[in-house]
């Protein structure tokens, strides 16, 4: 069993920056390929980025790219989202995920049916 908890969402003027945490339970965090996602009203759950269970492998959506960052810390068994210039199209709850497949490949890591858990997710608002 994985438990998912993320943190560091709230209110933020366009423009600034935000750091969203996903810390996970137990001891194989380490082999974990891991995910973003998020959700605004009234749409569909997007993916925003993924990261390979080492870190060194990592993949952004369009809409973000450029933007955000994602790392990890194996040490810590969490991973990071950091979020630069922010833009109210960003408001979402945002979604840490653990990858279910064996083969990270870039079209895979896109789709949620790939992760088998999730985390409650955090708000993120955006103003202007």
């Known amino acids: 069993q994985v438990q998912l908890v993320e943190s560091g969402g709230g209110l933020v003027q366009a423009g600034n920056s935000l750091r969203l945490s996903c810390a996970a339970s137990g001891r194989t965090f380490s082999s974990y390929n891991m995910g973003w996602f998020r959700q605004a009203p009234g749409k569909e759950r997007e993916f925003v980025a993924g990261v390979s269970s080492g870190g060194s492998v990592t993949y952004y959506s369009d809409s973000v790219k450029g933007r955000f960052t994602i790392s990890r810390d194996n040490v810590k068994n969490t991973m990071y989202l950091h979020m630069n210039n922010v833009k109210p199209e960003d408001t979402a709850v945002y979604y840490c995920?653990?990858?279910?497949?064996?083969?990270?490949?870039?079209?895979?890591?896109?789709?949620?049916?790939?992760?088998?858990?999730w985390g409650q997710g955090t708000q993120v608002t955006v103003s202007s």
């Open positions: 995920a653990k990858y279910a497949g064996y083969f990270f490949y870039n079209y895979m890591s896109r789709n949620a049916v790939n992760y088998d858990y």
